[in-house]
């Protein structure tokens, strides 16, 4: 079964990845990320490693896009 991510996660994962990349990711930021996947996890009653494995590989590894 495929963990379903939301919007709002995936923006939060984003900007925490734009924030690593240029070398700044904030206390806060990832704070937020963590939170946040939290929050999905008690509410989904997934594993939130799982789902964290999941965010990064969607906002970091993207699958390509169809022909």
């Not at 990711?25 to 009653?45: F, R």
């Not at 490693?49 to 990064?56: D, G, N, Q, T």
């Amino acid at each position: 079964m495929a963990i379903e991510l939301t919007d709002e996660l995936i923006q939060l994962e984003e900007a925490a990845w734009a924030e690593m990349q240029a070398g700044h990711l904030t206390v806060d930021t990832a704070h937020a990320v963590q939170a946040a996947i939290t929050e999905h996890a008690k509410a989904t009653g997934e594993d939130r490693f799982k789902i964290e494995a999941a965010l990064k590989k969607r906002v970091r590894h993207p699958e390509p896009p169809a022909a």
